[in-house]
């Protein structure tokens, strides 16, 4: 089922063996979803296709009533429309990261263009899709985010390379023991290159780690959240103090590499 042709029907056998081997009913148990969406066909479609996918989920119109009931709620995730009649879904994210550090933000946008998905992304969503979207893809994506939620062992000790330090289970990126503050996907893309320090990994396996073990779209989301993360810890090291920063090397036509400091003492303790 489309959004923009919301009568085609949703099953085909195709993706109802998928669906059932993905167990999505076990998935959305207890997840609460807050849908922020002013088309009244989108709105309804999402609403009752969270609905019946076992997923709690209520639908507000406006970015101020869902802001309201994200407050009132505290709601897992958030399904957010970047077109909104009364506020940009932009500054809703913004506001939206600021009040609920955990929430999982997924924007639901009709601008493709790179500049819309590097404000959103840098406004704190976790992810986009860009409409039309199916509702099969739209909830394997959001299967995909709640899995990665708790994506790493607590436990784990933190990644020091010079003078950065990755603590993987406290989700902290400190800098000079100054807290880096990074979006959750530019945490995760520094988490999966620092885990294996001076050693090239493909884009596609930053793709599948990072985003979705099923990836199958473009890859320009890791282009706009790689130059998010040099941007961060660019800014970060740009101070009176020389420190020893990994820097992230690109590989033509391959992906990338993170390169310890010169003289930084590269450790891995985990
Ligand atoms: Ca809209």
Redesign the pocket.
């Known amino acids: 089922m489309t959004y923009d042709r919301p009568n085609r029907r949703l099953a085909i056998p195709g993706q109802l063996a998928t669906i059932r081997f993905m167990s999505p009913h076990r998935a959305a148990e207890g997840v609460d979803i807050l849908v922020i969406?002013?088309?009244p066909t989108?709105g309804r479609n999402l609403h009752a296709g969270l609905l019946a996918s076992g997923y709690h989920a209520h639908w507000s119109r406006t970015g101020e009533s869902g802001l309201t009931q994200a407050r009132l709620a505290a709601p897992d995730v958030v399904l957010l429309?970047?077109?909104?009649?009364d506020t940009d879904?932009v500054e809703v994210a913004r506001a939206l990261r600021g009040e609920h550090p955990n929430l999982l933000i997924i924007i639901l946008t009709?601008r493709a263009d790179d500049i819309d998905i590097v404000v959103g992304l840098d406004a704190g969503a976790d992810d986009y899709l860009v409409k039309p979207v199916t509702l099969t893809v739209l909830l394997a994506r959001l299967r995909a985010q709640l899995r990665r939620q708790p994506a790493v062992p607590a436990g784990s000790d933190p990644i020091r390379l010079g003078d950065l330090v990755l603590d993987v289970a406290a989700r902290r990126c400190l800098l000079a023991g100054r807290e880096v503050d990074l979006r959750p996907k530019e945490f995760d893309l520094l988490t999966a290159l620092a885990r294996r320090p001076d050693t090239a990994v493909t884009r596609e396996d930053l793709m599948a780690e990072v985003w979705d073990e099923n990836w199958f779209g473009s890859t320009k989301t890791l282009d706009v959240t790689m130059a998010a993360l040099r941007r961060r810890l660019a800014d970060e090291s740009a101070g009176s103090t020389p420190l020893e920063t990994p820097t992230i090397s690109t590989l033509r036509g391959h992906g990338y590499r993170l390169e310890t400091p010169p003289d930084g003492k590269s450790t891995m303790l985990s």
Not at 81 to 85: E, Q, S, T, V
């Open positions: 969406e002013d088309d989108i429309d970047l077109g909104l009649p879904g009709a």
